[in-house]
């Protein structure tokens, strides 16, 4: 395998891991169970899970710079525009009806992830046009700087510019759309990612050690910062009864929007992983990489799979399908409601492992689609 084979199948790697991450939560939130606790399997099992968004954001700036070195960069613009556009029609369509298996558009759009990563593309789309460097310094500012930010957005939000503020930098409703990925924190992890690109092309001892230097900074950065209470989240830890609970308290920190804390502490072992999968070969290897050489694809059609799961599970084992269909709705805006229902941990990881299995042909089917034709629409998928 070339190295610059190696370069894009360590980013299919991760990016295929963290598919297969999110699909944990996924299942867990239909099960019923809450995200933050109070167990700690159950907190953990989410916990893991934070790696997935900053992840696929990030490689999805990295992927952006891949493309634009052959296209000029106003090809890239233009594709970034278009494909970002689509994401957000997606979500708030095929992706929406995935979620809640209802047509109730009027009631109730969800702006996940997808959402999240086409706008991103769409605000990238203009930045492209500037230098790598610089749009990983506006990026890395962006990360650094939101949560000081905040606050004074927040003050705003009487305002019409507040209301319309309030989409880039917080979670919640406004009207029937629900933001549960704000955009102007996750632009930051975007535009990060496309300047990372330079670093995936220099050589392998270079790219090692820029890449190590990279994750243990942000490592070390998040358990100083956070061991301190220093800048970087709004909710500070404190010590609490027991060492378990500590940890927790030490490790929870805020996702939504992202704050300093958490993209450090999921982005570090991101860079540390990188150049360790670089070497990583074999049929184990290839079947992460799968997942990852067609992630949109992936993303689709696993949710489909896990709400029509959940539906089986508590058909299974005698529980009411009622209220099945707006479970998502539930669980964002009123989780208490859901508490006691649904099934333990144990069956999330088990209906888990038969997701994963049932989705790997299918995205193995696409990705071979995609590897021996090149219709314009494919890049779109």
């Known amino acids: 395998m070339s ?16 598919m297969m991450l999110m699909a944990i939560d996924h299942v867990r939130v239909y099960s019923g169970l809450p ?6 399997g159950i907190f953990f099992t989410r916990w893991v899970t934070h790696f997935c968004a900053p992840a696929f954001i990030f490689l999805a700036g990295t992927s952006a710079f891949f493309y634009g070195r052959s296209p000029s960069h106003r090809d890239l613009s233009r594709f970034l525009l278009v494909r970002g556009l689509w994401l957000v029609l997606l979500e708030l ?42 749009v990983g310094v506006i990026g890395v500012a962006i990360i650094a700087l939101h949560n000081a930010v905040m606050p004074a957005v927040a003050q705003a939000m009487p305002s019409a510019l507040g209301k319309i503020l309030y989409i880039g930098f917080f979670q919640g409703p406004i009207g029937p759309l629900v933001v549960l990925y704000s955009i102007i924190p996750w632009i930051g992890v975007m535009a990060a990612g496309y300047a990372f690109g330079r ?18 900074g942000a490592i070390v950065a998040f358990l100083v910062l956070r061991g301190f209470n220093l800048y970087g989240d709004p909710q500070p830890w404190v010590a609490q009864a027991t060492p378990g609970r500590t940890v927790m308290a030490f490790l929870r920190v805020e996702k939504y929007p992202p704050s300093l804390f958490y993209v450090c502490a999921t982005l570090g072992p991101v860079f540390a992983l990188l150049p360790l999968l670089a070497r990583w070969h074999g049929r184990a290897a290839h079947f992460f990489m799968v997942f990852g050489a067609v992630p949109l694809f992936a993303y689709v059609v696993h949710v ?4 029509a799961l959940s539906i089986v599970l508590r058909a299974a084992t005698g529980q009411t399908l009622a209220g099945q269909f707006d479970t998502i709705r539930v669980q964002i805006t009123h989780p208490e409601l859901l508490h006691g229902s649904g099934y333990s941990l144990a069956v999330v990881y088990v209906a888990w492992i038969g997701l994963v299995l049932a989705l790997y042909p299918l995205c193995r089917w696409f990705a071979d689609l995609k590897r021996r034709r090149h219709d314009w629409w494919l890049s779109y998928l």
């Open 3 to 18: 190295t610059s084979a190696n370069r894009v199948a360590s980013v299919d790697l991760i990016r295929g891991a963290v």
């Open 35 to 40: 995200a933050g606790g109070p167990t700690a």
């Open 93 to 134: 369509t095929v992706i929406r009806l995935a979620w809640t298996f209802n047509l109730d558009f009027g009631q109730y759009l969800l702006a996940g992830v997808i959402w999240c990563i086409g706008w991103c593309m769409v605000l990238m789309a203009g930045l492209v046009r500037l230098p790598a460097k610089w």
């Open 199 to 216: 670093v995936m092309r220099l050589d392998a001892a270079r790219r090692r050690r820029v890449c190590f230097a990279l994750g243990g």
């Open 304 to 307: 489909y799979l896990v709400h």
